[in-house]
């Protein structure tokens, strides 16, 4: 069956990136680099990992030619190079005294910097500097263009060196002001770069302190480099590379600090001490391995991977090098990369060394209690829990696996006639999960019962009577095929199943556990209903594994629906043309909920209670902030405090880690919030929360979608592509505000007022926007009938 398109509702512009979804910001070093001055540039590439283990950001290489071999030296030291070729041409007009001379042109030649237009904030260093410190300040700073004065002009002049450039100046209209002051000739002749930038800023510039640019000249006589400098610049003919300059030991000491070879710079990273940045520990840790088959910097390299989703990769990497049976943190970290790609009976024999070891005992019976549960066997999970609480009784996960099992010596629920059900595939929350996702099966089976009631009316039984329940990340057996079979139809959904780390497999590669043999062996109609892709920027699939069963999948469903607009554009994507029709959308049910919900009840104005409720999460945290997450709890605060004059203003968390921001904000700002702990909550108690507050500030995708349902007005704190593309499907984009806003505390104040003001109007438009929701799924309810029926 064809879908039809629903044109009440989505976008029709070219889709966005995800980083002009979430508003991220996109952050990049840049140097101007020549033959001459690559030695320094490798020892600045150097030095900006071993003193900054932490950041990983685009680094462009400006240039106006390199050999082939010094382009591969430049990428063996980071993985994140971009090679910019510069327009040499346009700078034959600048200095007109010598406009002949290439050593003078090529001088302006990091100017090209100010036509970068994929940044939001472009830090440029020059070669002959090394960074000693922590840039952490630098990467956080998001207004004007920001130097370090001049050490013999004083503060009304830049020092070039550094500059901290923002959007506004990588423009048209500031590489105009350039162009024109580069050919008038109005500055000084003899300071190529610099002097067009002070002669165009005139002394308009964001200061920074001079630890940022320390030049060299201000250790004359063989001074030494102050503890706190965070840049130092050899500035000057002489450079440390060509022979270095006479009273200045002390300070060239500190660059041939960074004058390694390959081998000893990737050594001396890898024994870095602390947190280091993953795709780092990728680049230098791999070589490392390769070289000294270094187990634990294998170890490393396979943890890495696995934060990313390169599950394979970790369990290739390992699988490479000898783990002796006494090193159990390897064997333990191996286990769960094998787990990742479904070779269960190989992981099991790396966890089972593991557990010898108190260190890696509770972690490791932990996963063989998911391996075992994957399969269906409750009961060897139940004891595998148990014998990793008694190693660790904090252990969460075994916690909650041993509240998961622990019924699994009692009789199976009594269900309905096989021929009366409908096999449903969910994400089913266990204890203190996700309190979106716990609301989300019964929805979906609300959603799909308003097409399969008795005499065409609805189906309100969302029990084991008329279902049965099928977990997405238990694997998909032979049993569980027969059991499929035997119904009327296997319903998938709704929810984020198309996410590669939640419940990492090899046989989907998203969180439904189904070999294609057994997905292709389903002779029942395949729904699949409000499905969304879940993908954060940044994070992507093992392409080949998840494109082949996504295809099959549609091709095997009678009825393949995902919940926004963004999600059909990726999933069309990656589809061949025969295929790409058959998708179709529908909204997430808990999005239409009072429609749904037998004997729904809207609150009255009087009813609500007088309380503004807001959500932030913290999983995939680096990729949902980068490095604004200061910034944000800041903003937060100046919105909270501003709400507080009207309102209450309350947590809620949907799940356990939701609760960080209440910790966070009392902590940094002093701030206080009291916690609605809605990962305990029943799905009653979820809908009455939402229906009864006036306001939802929701940064997780349920805590704006639910609220919707209910009626509850909403505004999205936007850290994910999702939420955008919710808001874009109800035409509300000015319902969202990213985390990563300037202004995120004043603007996110202004919004919530407006809606506050006049809450009458903003309910009854809540309601508007729903009722069209709500069209397009019983269009798709007239559909499932038939399939579903037939």
């Not at 075992?372 to 829990?385: L, Q, R, V």
């Not at 399969?452 to 009316?457: A, L, S």
């Not at 729904?527 to 992507?540: E, I, L, M, R, T």
Request: charged share 25%.
């Amino acid at each position: 069956m064809t879908a039809t398109p629903h044109a009440l509702v989505g976008p029709t512009a070219a889709p966005l990136s995800a980083n002009e979804l979430t508003g991220k910001r996109r952050l990049a070093f840049a140097s101007f680099v020549d033959e001459n001055y690559l030695p320094g540039f490798l020892a600045l590439l150097r030095s900006l990992a071993l003193s900054n283990p932490g950041v990983c950001e685009d680094f462009i290489v400006l240039h106006d030619d390199l050999r082939p071999q010094s382009v591969a030296s430049i990428r063996a030291l980071h993985p994140r190079v971009r090679f910019h070729r510069v327009d040499a041409g346009r700078y034959d007009a600048y200095e007109k005294g010598d406009q002949d001379n290439y050593l003078v042109r090529k001088a302006y030649f990091i100017l090209d910097v100010f036509r970068l237009r994929d940044y939001d904030t472009v830090i440029t260093l020059d070669t002959d500097m090394v960074v000693l410190g922590d840039l952490s300040e630098l990467l956080k700073l998001r207004d004007g263009l920001a130097a370090v004065p001049q050490f013999f002009y004083g503060e009304h002049k830049l020092n070039s060196g550094l500059l901290v450039i923002q959007r506004e100046y990588l423009s048209d209209e500031f590489c105009a002001r350039i162009d024109a002051t580069g050919r008038g000739g109005d500055y000084e002749l003899n300071k190529h770069d610099q002097g067009i930038l002070n002669a165009v800023l005139d002394g308009d510039f964001v200061q920074l302190d001079s630890r940022y640019n320390f030049v060299k000249r201000r250790l004359s006589g063989d001074l030494p480099v102050p503890e706190d400098t965070a840049v130092l610049h050899f500035t000057g003919r002489h450079k440390p590379w060509q022979g270095g300059e006479a009273g200045y030991a002390q300070a060239e000491d500190r660059w041939r600090e960074f004058d390694l070879t390959d081998a000893e710079f990737y050594a001396a990273f890898m024994d870095l001490p602390g947190e280091l940045h993953h795709e780092l520990v990728i680049k230098y840790g791999t070589e490392h391995v390769e070289r000294t088959g270094d187990v634990e910097c294998a170890r490393r390299v396979a943890h890495a991977h696995i934060n990313t989703g390169g599950f394979q990769e970790a369990a290739d990497i390992l699988g490479s090098v000898h783990i002796p049976v006494d090193e159990a943190w390897p064997h333990e970290v191996l286990g769960h990369a094998l787990m990742s790609v479904s070779r269960y009976a190989e992981s099991e024999v790396h966890l089972h060394l593991a557990t010898t070891f108190p260190s890696r005992a509770a972690t490791s019976f932990g996963r063989l209690a998911q391996i075992a549960w994957i399969h269906g066997d409750d009961a060897t999970a139940h004891e595998y829990a148990m014998r990793g609480l008694a190693a660790d009784p904090t252990h969460r996960s075994n916690r909650l696996m041993r509240l998961r099992t622990r019924g699994h010596d009692l009789p199976a629920p009594r269900e309905g006639a096989p021929e009366d059900q409908l096999a449903h595939v969910a994400f089913y929350m266990p204890q203190q999960g996700n309190a979106g996702d716990k609301l989300l099966p019964e929805t979906v089976r609300l959603a799909v019962g308003t097409s399969t009631g008795p005499n065409g009316g609805a189906d309100t039984d969302t029990g084991p009577a008329r279902w049965h329940s099928i977990h997405a990340h238990r694997l998909f057996d032979k049993a569980a095929l027969a059991r499929v079979n035997a119904r009327r139809g296997l319903v998938i959904g709704g929810g984020g199943l198309f996410i590669p780390d939640t419940a990492p497999n090899g046989n989907s590669a998203w969180q439904w556990n189904v070999p294609d043999e057994n997905l292709n062996g389903i002779d029942v109609p395949i729904v699949v209903y409000a499905v969304g892709f879940n993908a954060f920027d940044g994070q992507s699939y093992r392409a080949g594994r998840f494109n082949s069963s996504l295809r099959q999948l549609v091709e095997r469903s009678a009825f393949f629906a995902l919940r926004n607009h963004g999600s059909i554009d990726k999933v069309r994507a990656l589809l061949p043309a025969s295929l790409q029709d058959k998708v179709r959308f529908q909204p997430c049910p808990t999005t239409v909920l009072r429609q749904l919900v037998d004997g729904w009840t809207d609150p009255a104005p009087g009813q609500r209670e007088n309380t503004v409720m807001i959500n932030a999460a913290y999983d995939r945290a680096g990729l949902r902030f980068g490095h604004d997450y200061a910034h944000f709890l800041a903003e937060m605060a100046k919105a909270v405090r501003e709400l507080g004059k009207h309102t209450e203003v309350r947590c809620v968390a949907h799940s356990l880690d939701d609760e960080k921001i209440a910790f966070d904000l009392r902590r940094e700002h002093g701030v206080s919030l009291p916690v609605v702990p809605m990962y305990d909550f029943d799905n009653d108690a979820i809908r009455d929360t939402y229906a009864r507050t006036k306001l939802v500030i929701g940064m997780r995708g349920h805590a704006g979608m639910i609220p919707f349902g209910c009626g509850t007005p909403i505004i999205s704190l936007i850290s994910h592509p999702k939420m955008a593309y919710f808001l874009a499907d109800i035409d509300r984009p000015e319902w969202g505000v990213s985390v990563h806003d300037k202004n995120l505390g004043a603007v996110l104040t202004e919004r919530a007022l407006g809606l506050l003001n006049d809450h009458t109007a903003s309910v009854a438009d809540v309601h508007g926007r729903q009722q069209e929701l709500w069209k397009v799924t019983q269009s798709n309810a007239a559909d499932l009938r038939a399939i579903l029926r037939g």
